[in-house]
């Protein structure tokens, strides 16, 4: 009897020996494989969203070199060189309007020698003001050779290029936890591609053409990117559109 018990016993702790082994090992299993799971899909999305920052980023720059292109050979025409030089502020913003529209800037200016605005495409009437403080037409002008980039431009910059313009940059800022205090609930400045192209008669410089591409709640822009990334989903154009991705 005893020994049948003792048999019993001994039997009992093997089994349970064997099914905590069993417990452990696949438990320690289970951890493991959910672990190199969790850093393989982890990877997996860096690595998809490093490729395809890199290769927005990479649009991004072409897109600029293109515009940069495009505004240094039209610097380049008999009529904006004539019409500059001759200070011909009719012809110059019948021209510059055509570049606008035809191009897809939303700000095309020509400006003399001394950054003094000649002609604004959107705003005829206001010229005579100065734009040499403009880095982008200060190195324009420095080095009488193209000059574009990505830049900010503050509100007054922007509200003399007209009232829509001026709207379109106002960007609502959403309240977020511990966020620093502001003094305004709107975004007013605006970022821009910028390119400014030397304008020349024969070896003298008579101005540079400006232009700017407003990024400021430009969803269309930003959806000509995912489009050109893979993605086919389009922002959504609510109204006022908030836009969290070109702030300023």
Do not use: C, W
């Not at 089994?15 to 082994?21: M, P």
């Not at 393989?40 to 991004?60: F, G, M, P, W």
């Amino acid at each position: 009897m005893i020994k049948s018990i003792l048999r019993s016993n001994i039997r009992f702790k093997l089994v349970v020996s064997l099914l905590s082994i069993v417990f452990l090992t696949g438990t320690l299993t289970i951890i493991i494989g959910l672990n190199i799971i969790n850093k393989n899909v982890i990877r997996a999305a860096y690595d998809s969203v490093r490729t395809s920052l890199a290769a927005i980023d990479e649009l991004y720059r072409e897109d600029i070199a293109r515009r940069s292109r495009t505004i240094q050979y039209l610097a380049n025409t008999s009529e904006i060189v004539r019409a500059t030089a001759a200070a011909d502020r009719t012809t110059l913003h019948e021209a510059l309007g055509r570049i606008k529209r035809n191009f897809g800037f939303d700000i095309v200016n020509v400006v003399d020698p001394k950054g003094t605005v000649l002609v604004r495409a959107n705003n005829p009437d206001a010229f005579g003001d100065s734009m040499a403080h403009y880095r982008t037409i200060q190195e324009a002008l420095r080095t009488q050779a193209p000059v574009a980039g990505t830049g900010v431009l503050d509100y007054s910059s922007i509200r003399i290029e007209g009232p829509e313009l001026a709207e379109r940059t106002l960007i609502p800022v959403v309240p977020t936890p511990r966020a620093r205090a502001r003094s305004s609930p709107l975004e007013d400045k605006a970022m821009v591609i910028k390119i400014a192209a030397p304008i020349k008669d024969g070896s003298r410089m008579t101005g540079i053409l400006y232009a700017a591409v407003l990024l400021n709640n430009n969803t269309e822009f930003i959806d000509r990117f995912k489009r050109l990334g893979g993605q086919v989903e389009e922002y959504p154009k609510p109204k006022p559109k908030p836009a969290d991705l070109f702030g300023k």
